[in-house]
Structures are given as C-alpha cells and as structure tokens.
C-alpha cells in the first residue's frame, strides 16, 4: 500500500472523526458505557410525576435500598395502593366530572391508557377494582435500565445508610419523564466518586469510603 493511499485513509479519518465532534454526537460512548440509556418500557411511568411534581419519596417505591444490595422494583400491589383510586390524569377526571355536571349525568369513571395496562397485568376489573375471578396477575416486564457488569458488587444500602442521596448516581431523576442512565458508572466515575467523599464527607458526616479492588471485585 503505497503512501499518498495511507494518507488519503487518514485525511479521511480525520475528517469524519472532526464532523462527528462539531455535530455534537454526545450518544457516542465507549464499549460498555451506557450513559443516557433510556429504554422504552411497558407502562410510560414518569418520574417526574410522581417523584417531582407529586413528592413521592424513593423509598416509598424502592423499600429495598436502605435495607438491601438491590433497590428493587415495586411490585403493582405498590401502585395499586394509590391506582385503586387514581384511574387517570386529575385534569381528565376534572373535565369528565364538568361534562357530567353539565349534562347532569353520571360522571364516567375515565381510565388511562397507560393505567389501563396496570390494571390488566393485575387482573383487575376497571370497574370494580377488584381482582377478576378465575384471572391469575402477571407481573409487569419492567426493561433494566442500570446495568452493571457480573464481576461488579455493587450495595444500595451500605450507600443510602450513608446519606448517599440517589441522585448522586441517577442523576435528576424527580426530573425524568422516561429514566435514562445519567452516570457512566465506570469503574472511574465509582473510584473518583469515593476519593472526594473521603475528603468531603456526606451533608456533613465523615464517612471511609473504600478504593480497595476487593471492595467492588470478587
């Protein structure tokens, strides 16, 4: 292969490596980096519902974290403690009960599409609210959003324990509408992470962090 052909291959190169960083083609990432993964799921929940706008503490939905290596997913008997009663969006129900007011009628109960899939995988009438006869619950197929590699241990609770808020590692999640992966969580972001906690503690409580490989690999 002759020189002018090599240096045309990499003129190329350089070209294209030059438009790709002027474009800003942030979603490029290295192998295994999944930063701003954000995977459609069954159900559209929103975060920003239900953590921002509504308050609702993480812990209510992820019971686990503070006791347990796993956050864990709220099962639906979680959800069907507030959708027994709460079948749609307020702004909905509000101008389904002004029509029935309106018409003086019997307001409708509305559901939403999205509840409506709820409602389903726990075999629920929509009606009633109860659990349909002879009709067994499925769980719902959450998609994994957070995905760490086999040979990584990772513990939810040694960090909460701690007043390691969730947002440190999620990111503005009471913001999200649909979850995406916010952090690298690369062994680096990890290793970085524990060394300016050393010297800086957590809201004020001097904590050890450790930077030891048999920490996290074993």
Same mark, same amino acid.
């Given at each position: ?14 070209? =294209? ?22 995977? =459609?799921?069954?159900?559209s929940y929103s975060h920003r519902l239900h953590a921002g706008e509504l ?7 992820? /019971?686990?974290?503070?006791? /347990? ?40 109960? =509305? ?13 629920? !009438? ?14 719902? !197929? ?7 590699? !086999? ?68």
């Amino acid at each position: 292969m002759n020189k002018p052909y090599i240096t045309f291959i990499l003129l190329v190169g350089l070209f =294209i490596s030059c438009i790709i960083m002027l474009s800003g083609a942030t979603a490029l990432h290295l192998p295994d980096n999944q930063q701003d993964y954000a995977p =459609i799921q069954p159900i559209s929940y929103s975060h920003r519902l239900h953590a921002g706008e509504l308050k609702i503490d993480c812990m209510y939905c992820h /019971s686990n974290a503070a006791e /347990s290596r796993h956050a864990g997913i709220p099962s639906g008997d979680v959800c069907m403690k507030c959708h027994k009663f709460v079948t749609a969006s307020f702004n909905e129900v509000q101008a389904e009960n002004k029509r029935a007011e309106k018409e003086k009628t019997k307001a409708k109960r =509305i559901i939403s599409p999205e509840l409506a899939k709820l409602y389903e995988s726990m075999a629920v !009438d929509q009606e009633t609210m109860k659990p349909i006869e002879g009709k067994e619950a499925k769980g719902i !197929d959450w998609v994994r959003v957070h995905n760490l590699p !086999d040979y990584v241990y990772f513990d939810h609770s040694a960090h909460v324990s701690k007043g390691v808020s969730c947002q440190k590692c999620h990111g503005p999640i009471e913001e999200m509408q649909r979850v995406k992966q916010f952090s690298t969580l690369s062994m680096g972001w990890c290793v970085n992470c524990h060394r300016e906690t050393k010297k800086t503690g957590v809201n004020g409580m001097k904590v050890h962090p450790t930077t030891d490989c048999a920490a996290c690999h074993y």
